[in-house]
């Protein structure tokens, strides 16, 4: 396979508020965003689904869920907040890394976000975790197993140093980068694909478009999944999410024009999670092992 440089642009968050769901529409329509995952336990899923038909979406993952919004079933006291929604990544990620999660629970709340969205007509091209909880060691052999048991091919390895920063910014993504280093065999195993290489880019300011360039211009060869999470203001968003003011300006980036120039005078080449698992089961010599991409 080819050592030029491919991107896969996945925008997170799907159905998470209204403002959300019609930014990544429009990064979609008129911006570099080739493929999204959406929440299962979001208010604004069926509907975002709906509009994923209308513009042709065929590359659309699911956000695993176990910190944001309500869980789809029972709500165990270890897991939720006394409102009885989920109780935020700290304490999930807390609970993961001492292994104190209750798995039955976990796993039986997995499978319904899974079989909710498959029931909406989805073909899911890919699973990710919402905070990355789908790499917390004790999660990763669930969502491995669910991930063959529902015949999604594909997964997120976020595999990287973060978006930078210091202190306790650095710390988290070098937990996360561990645990996800520690995932691939198992995710491998399982049959799962994988791109090459992962980036997690977040707006800063009136400098976005600027460092987004920055970002693609250090890409390595192979395929580059940058996670995204562009979207419009809303009263929905700002009352459950710290990320709020940032999401326009990663629409407004992503979509725009000088940016797809960019991307094609540096021969970077735009893809999808479907794209690359299509590609890979294709191939009359390779399996879809988990192997590298590239």
Known sequence: MTRARRLIVNADDFGFSEGVTEGIIQAMQHGIVTSTSLFANAPAAEAGVRRLTEIGCRSIGIHLNLTSGRPLGPRPASLVAPDGSFCGATRIWSLGMLGRLPLSVVEAEL????????????????????????????????????????????????????????????????????????????????????????????????????????????????????????????????????????????????????????????????????????????RPDAELDGRSTG
């Open 111 to 282: 499978r319904r976000q899974i079989e909710a969205i498959k029931a909406l007509g989805v073909a899911v091209s890919h699973l990710n975790g919402h905070h990355h909880i789908h790499v917390l060691p004790q999660i990763v052999p669930i969502v491995a197993a669910l991930a063959r048991e529902y015949r999604v091919p594909a997964i997120r390895l976020p595999r990287a140093t973060g978006p930078g920063g210091f202190g306790l910014v650095r710390l988290k993504w070098r937990l996360i980068s561990l645990c996800a280093a520690r995932a691939q065999g198992v995710f491998a195993e399982a049959g799962l694909c994988m791109p090459d290489h992962f980036v997690a880019w977040y707006a800063r300011g009136h400098r976005t478009r600027a460092e987004l360039m920055a970002a693609l211009d250090s890409l390595a060869t192979g395929v580059t999944e940058l996670a995204v999470h562009p979207g419009l203001r809303d009263d929905t968003l700002a009352a459950v999410d710290s990320y709020v003011e940032q999401r326009p300006l990663e629409l407004a980036a992503l979509c725009d024009v000088a940016v797809r120039r960019h991307l094609h005078e540096r021969g970077i080449a735009l893809m999808s999670f479907a794209d690359l698992c299509a590609e890979v089961l294709g």
